[in-house]
């Protein structure tokens, strides 16, 4: 079995898609701390032929503590606010009506965590896409948590059953072959690649020796 693990990002970028494509089973890594100025809450859209930081608000956001303890601080005007610059940006723009309306539940979900949200978002687009990877969170693992890095991301691998896992190509110097060798798991790395419509499985291709 193919597992994909990472954090929840704030709409994340197309490779995030395509890896969740290839994979059987990703992991939402929501039990480590969570990172302030990263893409958990933000992102960029365009405006006016302009990059323009779009955000989740986060009540109190701290790195001390973990995703899945960090709560939301959006209010009705905020969400309004950001429907209204995303509309301004991409109402030309090709199923905009579809798309909009979907980003508008989204935005709209009623949940007090960041990790609840970003998972409930995630899976909305999954359907959307019609990637049909099972999704669960690394907080609903039964693991040692005392373990970090590389070798908690081999310790959740172990407890899915997993014999392969795949990440981003952004990874690679963070990863070692022989110590997923040792655990026996093959290691391999996406390539994400320019994609167009819905062409997910053609739009990505995996760099692997098996490593």
């Given at each position: 079995?193919?597992?994909?693990?990472?954090?929840?990002?704030?709409?994340?970028?197309?490779?995030?898609?395509?890896?969740m494509d290839?994979?059987?089973?990703?992991?939402?890594?929501?039990?480590?701390?969570?990172?302030?100025?990263?893409?958990?809450?933000?992102?960029?859209?365009?405006?006016?032929?302009?990059?323009?930081?779009?955000?989740?608000?986060?009540?109190?956001?701290?790195?001390?503590?973990?995703?899945?303890?960090?709560?939301?601080?959006?209010?009705?005007?905020?969400?309004?606010?950001?429907?209204?610059?995303?509309?301004?940006?991409?109402?030309?723009?090709?199923?905009?009506?579809?798309?909009?309306?979907?980003?508008?539940?989204?935005?709209?979900?009623?949940?007090?965590?960041?990790?609840?949200?970003?998972?409930?978002?995630?899976?909305?687009?999954?359907?959307?896409?019609?990637?049909?990877?099972?999704?669960?969170?690394?907080?609903?693992?039964?693991?040692?948590?005392?373990?970090?890095?590389?070798?908690?991301?081999?310790?959740?691998?172990?407890?899915?059953?997993?014999?392969?896992?795949?990440?981003?190509?952004?990874?690679?110097?963070?990863?070692?072959?022989?110590?997923?060798?040792?655990?026996?798991?093959?290691?391999?790395?996406?390539?994400?690649?320019?994609?167009?419509d819905r062409?997910?499985?053609?739009?990505?291709?995996?760099?692997?020796?098996?490593?």
């Open positions: 079995m193919k597992i994909g693990i990472m954090q929840p990002y704030f709409f994340p970028y197309i490779g995030y898609w395509q890896l290839m994979v059987d089973e990703y992991v939402i890594l929501d039990d480590v701390n969570y990172i302030k100025r990263g893409w958990i809450n933000r992102n960029y859209i365009v405006l006016n032929d302009q990059p323009k930081r779009i955000n989740l608000k986060i009540k109190d956001a701290s790195q001390n503590r973990l995703i899945k303890d960090t709560e939301i601080a959006m209010t009705q005007n905020d969400i309004n606010t950001l429907m209204s610059i995303i509309k301004q940006s991409y109402r030309r723009a090709p199923y905009f009506n579809i798309v909009y309306d979907m980003v508008g539940d989204i935005l709209n979900y009623r949940c007090r965590g960041v990790s609840d949200f970003l998972a409930n978002q995630i899976r909305c687009l999954c359907d959307y896409l019609q990637i049909s990877t099972k999704i669960i969170l690394s907080s609903q693992i039964v693991k040692d948590n005392a373990l970090k890095g590389e070798d908690r991301i081999i310790e959740i691998c172990k407890r899915r059953n997993a014999d392969c896992y795949v990440n981003s190509i952004g990874g690679k110097e963070l990863y070692h072959k022989e110590r997923f060798r040792k655990a026996d798991l093959d290691l391999m790395f996406l390539v994400s690649l320019p994609c167009t062409e997910f499985t053609q739009g990505g291709g995996v760099e692997s020796d098996c490593l």
